[in-house]
């Protein structure tokens, strides 16, 4: 860092300097800096600059101008201080960005400026003499006033009250007024009503012989707007000197007021620009929905370039133009037309309405009217747009004259692009994100959820063994003969009004639709996430499924029945190919499963000996006996009548009758006889139309 003071205070012709980082905290001065300083106790490394240089406070935004590159340097001029011996010292503050490594900062050198100061009172000071001896001095008059007339600022003396006195031509064609028309006036006609309070001297302004005021807002005869960056000088005008005394004492005729004015419109609007800019790229950049995004926006750029207010406007399906958004909330808006304020607008009719079919910027000089607001009369409007389209208009107001700038037409355009872009860019991350939850959706439809998600994550085939689950197989009976009765439309309406009601009892009871094979339906329990209690669950499935039917049948008017098979045991289950692929299961236990639904009776849960063992102390069954299954050879199997209900702890395998086997048939009812028969008819018949 050495290095490169030592060039810059080259540069600076040896000035003394401080260095504060972004944060204006003091890291670095130098040894002589104290004197310019306004409270030296201040002037510490580690607390901020501003309190040693109180002048910087409202340069925040100036400084950071600098430090982003947007201008050289930044400069005060005149700063003066009053030292222990009561002599005046003036000096002017020169900032430039400063930055090295990660370190980035401003360096702020003071040049010692009092003698050029007083060579420039030494001036003021005759210039004034020359003003008080009139009379007597008419060539120096005419020599001062022909200064006055020359300068390229405004001049304006006011007398301690604040009334006109004199103004040069300068002032009178910086405001648009004549002579005779500002003499005797107040000098608060020249700025607005919000800034009159910061304009007018006061009694206490009296004591200051400066003041290095500020940037005005102000207003032209005709109701344009400017900024104008003003300083004002106390004149004394008692010649024996009495003339502070009086003017502590009440009377403030002794003193005049000395204005210079310099036309800062240009510089502060580019300011204003910029920060209008910055502002909303900071709004963009915080991922914020585009209704919030765009009142936000709206705001930033009418409070960075001075508007008064603002409207929103958004193009709707009709196509119509509709106000969503006004700017401020509540002044000066009309508070008898709040209710109406979201109106609508054709295309080509008002401000918005005539941006909206032009898609161009369009400003509106004076007369402009709007039902939110009142006291307007100019506005500014422009389109946001994306590739042609224009998808919104903004309306700047002001409550004064406006003219054509064209840098600001310029940066609304830049602006309303950027915002049409961003609106087109959430519509598209919207429809996108829509589309993906479509896809998701519909990957969850054809797989398990947690298959999906490992899909998502790996290219791998996904398969693994489960020791524990139970498989069900269910077939609706006598759907070929049905088929043969309707059309395939009448078909298809039937068998999803049935399976959309068994995959909602799937998700009841937490279980895997696996997949459905033309009239069959497949379900698994205690995968891909394992669970022990599957088989129960399984068990009330059945049991569900066969209620679904009878309520199908009732309220269609069928004679539909289902045959269920149930088995429990080991199986592996994954995802295999590449195209149109499946969640399947393979291994003997589904085989097992399906032998029990072929094998088993209309209208019956047919279950195996391994899944009767697991359930029989809390459902109750009906022994089959033992059966030649296809494949397996002999097995018992049992049929699942119902759930136990409380109390009711007798061993159905024990009580129960074996429904197929001839011997088992004696001493039934004849009834449940015929009832058998039937079934194991149905059961012959189906099977054989399913062999043809």
């Excluded at 204005?259 to 950049?285: C, E, F, H, M």
């Excluded at 006291?375 to 590739?387: C, D, H, K, V, Y």
Aim: hydrophobic share 40%; glycine share 8%.
């Amino acid at each position: 860092m050495n290095e490169i003071l030592k060039k810059l205070l080259f540069l600076l012709r040896q000035m003394e300097y401080v260095v504060a980082d972004r944060n204006l905290t003091i890291v670095e001065i130098s040894t002589g800096l104290e004197r310019f300083a306004d409270v030296p106790e201040d002037l510490v490394v580690g607390e901020d600059v501003r309190q040693a240089f109180p002048e910087l406070y409202g340069m925040e935004d100036i400084l950071e101008d600098v430090l982003a590159g947007n201008q050289d340097r930044f400069e005060l001029k005149g700063i003066g201080r009053v030292g222990e011996g009561g002599e005046r010292l003036y000096f002017d503050l020169h900032a430039i960005a400063h930055q090295d490594g990660d370190f980035a900062g401003w360096l702020l050198g003071i040049e010692e400026v009092t003698e050029k100061m007083a060579l420039e009172q030494t001036l003021v000071q005759a210039s004034n003499e020359m003003e008080l001896l009139v009379v007597a001095l008419h060539k120096a008059k005419d020599y001062i006033d022909k200064i006055i007339t020359s300068m390229a600022d405004a001049l304006i003396v006011t007398t301690a009250e604040g009334k006109i006195k004199t103004v040069n031509k300068a002032a009178q064609s910086l405001f648009g007024y004549g002579e005779e028309e500002l003499i005797g006036e107040s000098i608060a006609v020249l700025v607005v009503e919000s800034e009159r309070h910061r304009m007018l001297p006061t009694m206490a302004d009296c004591g200051d012989e400066e003041w290095n005021g500020a940037d005005m807002l102000c207003q032209t005869k005709g109701g344009s707007r400017l900024t104008v960056s003003f300083s004002r000088s106390l004149l004394e005008t008692d010649i024996e000197g009495v003339g502070r005394e009086r003017a502590t004492g009440g009377e403030k005729s002794a003193w005049d007021f000395v204005y210079i004015g310099r036309d800062v419109t240009a510089q502060k609007r580019r300011y204003q620009r910029q920060a209008a800019q910055n502002a909303v790229n900071r709004i963009l950049s915080e991922g914020l929905e585009v209704a919030e995004a765009l009142a936000r926006t709206l705001e930033a750029i009418a409070q960075n370039t001075g508007w008064d207010g603002g409207e929103l406007w958004m193009v709707e399906p009709g196509p119509r133009l509709r106000r969503v958004d006004i700017w401020p909330k509540i002044t000066p808006v009309n508070p008898d037309r709040r209710a109406n304020s979201l109106t609508l607008a054709a295309l080509g009719e008002s401000l918005a309405g005539l941006v909206w079919a032009t898609g161009e910027p369009q400003w509106q000089l004076d007369g402009f009217q709007s039902p939110p607001f009142v006291a307007m009369r100019g506005a500014l409007a422009f389109p946001i747009q994306s590739g042609g389209e224009v998808l919104g208009v903004m309306v700047l107001c002001s409550m004064g004259v406006v003219e054509v700038d064209e840098d600001l037409l310029s940066s609304t355009g830049a602006i309303g692009n950027q915002l049409g872009q961003f609106i087109q860019r959430q519509r598209a991350e919207k429809a996108l994100l829509l589309e993906q939850k479509k896809t998701e959706r519909l990957l969850v439809n054809i797989l398990p959820a947690e298959i999906a998600s490992r899909l998502k994550q790996e290219s791998a085939i996904i398969a693994e063994s489960f020791n524990d689950v139970t498989v069900l197989f269910a077939d609706i009976v006598g759907f070929t003969q049905m088929a043969s009765c309707l059309n395939p439309i009448e078909l298809v309406e039937i068998l999803n009004k049935i399976f959309s009601q068994f995959d909602r009892l799937t998700e009841k009871h937490g279980l895997e639709k696996i997949k459905t094979i033309g009239d069959a339906y497949m379900v698994v329990g205690g995968l891909p996430v394992p669970r022990e209690d599957h088989a129960h669950a399984m068990a009330q499935m059945a049991l569900d499924m066969q209620k679904s039917i009878a309520e199908f049948n009732a309220k269609y008017n069928k004679t539909l029945s289902i045959r269920i098979g149930i088995h429990s045991g080991p199986v592996v289950a994954g995802v295999i190919g590449i195209k149109k692929f499946i969640y399947d299961l393979w291994g003997d236990t589904v085989n097992t499963a399906s032998r029990m639904e072929s094998h088993g009776l209309a209208g019956t849960i047919h279950v195996s000996e391994i899944v009767y063992n697991i359930l029989k102390s809390e459902f109750l069954f009906e022994k089959r006996g033992a059966i030649q299954v296809k494949g397996k050879g002999e097995m018992r199997t049992y049929f699942l009548t119902g759930k136990k209900g409380f109390g009711d702890n007798s061993d159905d395998r024990d009580s129960e009758v074996v429904a197929n086997s001839p011997s088992d048939a004696k001493g039934k009812d004849p009834r449940q006889q015929a009832l058998d028969a039937t079934r194991r008819l149905v059961e012959i018949i189906d099977d054989k139309l399913r062999n043809t």
